[in-house]
């Protein structure tokens, strides 16, 4: 295994590392035999900006997933791709674990730390996340039970903020219509301090249940241009907040990788997929 640390100017595409999971596919590779010992990769830092950090799969012959933790075990994030680039905004010591897919098998290196040594304060300058997060403080959503989600059919041109404008889509939205319990469905707290945290607090979807649980995690928040794929991605068994449970509303829904399609500071509006593939939008508010 190598360790380098070349200087390198890495800019990253977010999104891409929060979203994939270990791909198994190896039946096209060549048969070999895998051990610590001969594992190729390199865990490197940007000299030039040290919260930067280039992850390197060097060998053609394995499909490589990475993952990475911080010091508390919170994972935040991983991928599958053979070159990637992370950043880590917030001060403290990181663990990047690589393993390697073969034909064969699979195996997993020993970790490697990394030491970030300073927030980098430039990293949250896009007004997005303080419209989610409140920055350290923290900010606090609830679900808009006067018009809690919305059916919009499965056309592209629907789910596209860009191309229908900003502001509640006015369809079907009442919730005798949804089928939807007019009850307090929880909360979900985003923060920035010290970390991506996230605290969801989700009420039983069991009718006429208060019962609320309490999960607390970490999240990826990742930025496109003109706003037209950001989503947010959850780790450490959290998840989006909603309404109900499985259902034909939600029974082939990901609640753990949303697309957000509307964020301002009054609102929070994410995408699901329905069982027969047409899109609902479900609508959140800041907690007053």
Same mark, same amino acid.
């Given at each position: 295994?190598?360790?380098?640390? +070349?200087?390198?100017?890495?800019?990253?595409?977010?999104?891409?590392?929060?979203?994939?999971? +270990?791909?198994?596919?190896?039946?096209?590779?060549?048969?070999?035999?895998?051990?610590?010992?001969?594992?190729?990769?390199?865990?490197?830092?940007?000299?030039?900006?040290?919260?930067?950090? /280039?992850?390197?799969?060097?060998? +053609?012959?394995?499909?490589?997933?990475?993952?990475?933790?911080?010091?508390?075990?919170?994972?935040?994030? %991983?991928?599958? #791709?053979?070159?990637?680039?992370?950043?880590?905004?917030?001060?403290? #010591?990181?663990?990047?674990?690589?393993?390697?897919?073969?034909?064969?098998?699979?195996?997993?290196?020993?970790?490697?730390?990394?030491?970030?040594?300073?927030?980098?304060?430039?990293?949250?300058?896009?007004?997005?996340?303080?419209?989610?997060?409140?920055?350290?403080?923290?900010?606090?959503?609830?679900?808009?039970? &006067?018009?809690?989600?919305?059916? /919009?059919?499965?056309?592209?041109?629907?789910?596209?903020?860009?191309?229908?404008? +900003?502001?509640?889509?006015?369809?079907?939205?009442?919730?005798?219509?949804?089928? &939807?319990?007019?009850?307090?469905?929880?909360?979900?707290?985003?923060?920035?301090?010290?970390?991506?945290?996230?605290?969801?607090?989700? $009420?039983?979807?069991?009718?006429?249940?208060?019962? #609320?649980?309490?999960?607390?995690?970490?999240?990826?928040?990742?930025?496109?241009?003109?706003?037209?794929?950001?989503?947010?991605?959850?780790?450490?068994?959290?998840?989006?907040? %909603?309404?109900?449970?499985?259902?034909?509303?939600?029974?082939?829904?990901?609640? $753990?990788?949303?697309?957000?399609?509307?964020?301002?500071?009054?609102?929070?509006?994410?995408?699901?997929?329905?069982?027969?593939?047409?899109? &609902?939008?479900? %609508?959140?508010?800041?907690?007053?």
């Amino acid at each position: 295994m190598k360790r380098i640390i +070349p200087i390198l100017i890495a800019i990253i595409t977010l999104g891409s590392v929060f979203s994939c999971e +270990p791909i198994d596919d190896r039946k096209s590779l060549p048969a070999v035999t895998l051990s610590p010992s001969t594992l190729k990769f390199s865990v490197t830092q940007n000299a030039l900006n040290s919260n930067e950090v /280039i992850l390197k799969n060097l060998d +053609p012959d394995v499909i490589p997933y990475w993952k990475y933790i911080d010091e508390n075990g919170n994972e935040l994030g %991983h991928s599958n #791709k053979n070159d990637d680039k992370i950043v880590l905004p917030f001060a403290g #010591k990181y663990m990047v674990y690589y393993t390697a897919y073969a034909r064969g098998g699979s195996v997993e290196a020993a970790p490697i730390t990394v030491d970030i040594e300073q927030n980098d304060e430039t990293f949250f300058n896009d007004a997005r996340w303080n419209m989610l997060t409140n920055g350290e403080a923290g900010k606090t959503w609830v679900l808009y039970m &006067l018009q809690p989600l919305e059916f /919009i059919g499965n056309t592209p041109g629907y789910v596209n903020r860009a191309v229908s404008g +900003p502001g509640w889509w006015p369809l079907f939205s009442e919730i005798s219509w949804a089928g &939807l319990e007019d009850k307090d469905w929880g909360e979900i707290t985003f923060d920035l301090n010290g970390g991506y945290n996230v605290s969801v607090t989700q $009420t039983s979807p069991v009718a006429g249940s208060t019962q #609320k649980t309490t999960k607390k995690g970490t999240y990826n928040f990742s930025l496109t241009d003109g706003s037209t794929n950001d989503r947010i991605a959850f780790n450490g068994g959290t998840e989006m907040l %909603h309404p109900s449970g499985a259902s034909y509303f939600s029974n082939s829904f990901s609640f $753990t990788n949303v697309k957000i399609v509307e964020l301002t500071d009054n609102s929070l509006c994410f995408i699901a997929i329905r069982a027969d593939n047409d899109y &609902l939008i479900y %609508h959140l508010v800041p907690k007053s």
